[in-house]
């Protein structure tokens, strides 16, 4: 134990550090095929990803603040799946929808971030080293992240798992692709998981779901880099034509 904090609550600490390489890693593919968005965007969503945890490891460290409080209520619970499952969204569906989502998107988590700075703060329920929404005066805000945790749901495991059964269901059946996205669906569960145990107060359950989702995710897709299978979507085909993979 050091003080009130425990181990795991240096957790977020090692995750940032992940989602920063894994960022590093995203940004280096997208530099080779700019044309795809939806490397953009999964890039974009590990980066905030990392600024979520990245909040949450200062307040470990550091300890409470406001601004460390609202950048972390934005980043991590607003934004913490969305802007993953907007590249999902590029994957599956046309460019055109997949733009109308994207200002849809964007233009509501604008509006909600306006209200997670305009909230006044409860400081008799601040807690020194632990991050909570319960500190927020308007409660009625936290009812607006749901949506956005829906959307990453539906589109981010909701498209690994169809992408997953539609490869197994191939006669090549590519296993790498199968596992990659399995993978890639189990890992955007886990943290969605832990947020739901965060609203009962326990964080230190997200803090672990973080880790692991961000690691499985990872783990898909490196699994998934480089194979040398045909994709089942035109938006891969069309941006890794000239090197004929999938990836």
Known sequence: MFGDRSLIHYTPLVTT??????????????????????????????????????????????????????????????????PLAQGTVYLLMKKRTADRLTVAMLTYAAIVAVFVLATPI????????????????????????PLLNTYALIFLVGGAGWSAWRYWRRSDRPKSL????????????????????????????????????????????????????????SAQQIAYASEGTSS
Not at 50 to 70: C, N
């Open 17 to 82: 550090l992940v989602a920063v390489v894994f960022t590093v890693v995203l940004w280096r593919h997208w530099r080779q095929k700019p044309q795809a968005r939806y490397l953009f965007w999964w890039m974009v969503g590990v980066a905030l990803f990392g600024l979520g945890t990245l909040t949450e490891a200062s307040t470990t460290i550091f300890g409470w603040s406001e601004p460390l409080f609202r950048s972390w209520y934005i980043a991590g619970a607003l934004l913490g799946g969305a």
């Open 122 to 145: 409860l400081l008799d329920e601040v807690e020194p080293h632990r991050l909570s929404g319960a500190v927020m005066g308007w409660q009625w805000v936290r009812l607006f992240s």
């Open 178 to 233: 199968v596992k990659g996205n399995a993978l890639i669906a189990v890992g955007a569960l886990l943290p969605g998981i832990g947020g739901s145990f965060t609203r009962a107060g326990h964080v230190e359950v997200l803090y672990v779901t973080e880790l692991l989702g961000l690691t499985l995710i990872w783990l898909g897709y490196r699994a998934m880099v480089d194979v040398a299978a045909v994709s089942i979507h």
